[in-house]
């Protein structure tokens, strides 16, 4: 494969796999990533894009390391999470790193379950889902793509907006997705949360966490991992903010990756007819589906 060239001035391709879209260094090496041999211990982070991944890797770091923040400050989140699906030539491959890691590995997708490597299914891996409310999660990923030229230039808001609803944008449809995964839940060790859970109650959902991954949190512990993993704290964290990733990639001063962390916020780029559009086509996408979402506290 060609080195891509990520210096600032160009922003990555896409293509398709399976009828979704992905970076093209993704597509270019998709049979090594379908073929990716997960190990029974591996513990797996699926999202959507921007629906809370960097939150949830935080919480379950610190939840392994028994609250230990230096251990959890080893190394900036994309280093220690290999992204599987994730390759940008001149940077890295997540494959290799996940293959260069020792055991036990947290692995992080954002992979629709159809093109999850099945691997991790035969081998029954633990997996991780958090689903965000679209509205929210719409507006994460415009601001995302805005600052990161490992993604495709968005558009306009009212562009990228048309786009999201007809599932134009990298990882696909986010209704196929958290329904997709929803559905899949019933057969498989998935631990389904929300973001908007997470941001209501932290210390539940960080129990729940800890539950299915084995460990046990004292009060203590669970304060501690609820304080570091809050987003005012995982903000000023060099490890845990993207801010190591080369400016010329991710420009935080355009939008910094830890933006805003709410629940509502779509309602400053919403306009009133957006909005009545989005309900629309979202009553008819998730009418065979018996998830649910809050869309403001
Ligand atoms: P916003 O753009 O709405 O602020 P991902 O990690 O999946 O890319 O998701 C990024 C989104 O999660 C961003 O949302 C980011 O601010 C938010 N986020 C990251 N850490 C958070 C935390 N500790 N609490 C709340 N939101 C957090």
């Not at 805005?146 to 558009?155: D, F, H, I, Q, S």
């Not at 057969?187 to 949360?193: A, G, M």
């Amino acid at each position: 494969m060609e080195g891509l060239k990520l210096d600032g001035t160009e922003r990555i391709s896409v293509d398709y796999v399976q009828g979704i879209l992905q970076p093209t260094p993704t597509c270019d090496i998709w049979d090594q990533i379908w073929n990716f041999q997960a190990e029974p211990d591996d513990l797996l982070i699926s999202t959507y894009p921007k629906a809370g991944t960097t939150w949830t890797q935080e919480i379950v770091d610190l939840i392994h390391n028994e609250g230990d923040i230096k251990k959890s400050q080893r190394a900036p989140t994309h280093e220690r999470f290999p992204f599987i699906e994730w390759i940008i030539p001149s940077l890295g491959s997540g494959l290799e790193q996940a293959k260069a890691m020792p055991r036990p590995r947290i692995l992080k997708t954002h992979l629709p379950i159809q093109l999850l490597p099945p691997s991790f299914l035969e081998k029954n891996c633990k997996i991780i889902y958090v689903a965000r409310n679209p509205k929210d999660n719409m507006v994460s990923y415009y601001h995302f793509h805005r600052m990161n030229k490992a993604l495709p230039a968005p558009g306009t808001w009212e562009e990228y907006f048309e786009n999201f609803l007809a599932g134009k944008v990298c990882w696909g449809s986010w209704h196929d997705h958290v329904k997709g995964w929803w559905k899949a839940k019933d057969q498989h060790r998935i631990l389904y949360l929300f973001y908007e859970d997470m941001k209501k109650n932290p210390k539940h959902e960080i129990q729940k966490l800890a539950g299915f991954i084995g460990k046990n949190l004292d009060d203590k512990l669970l304060e501690k991992i609820a304080h570091h993993t809050s987003f005012d704290v995982m903000k000023q964290n060099s490890m845990a903010n993207y801010s190591s990733i080369p400016k010329e990639i991710m420009n935080h001063s355009i939008s910094p990756f830890m933006r805003k962390g709410a629940v509502g916020d779509w309602k400053n780029h919403f306009t009133v007819a957006q909005n009545e559009r989005f309900d629309e086509d979202y009553k008819k996408k998730m009418a065979d589906t018996s998830l649910t979402f809050h869309f403001q506290f």
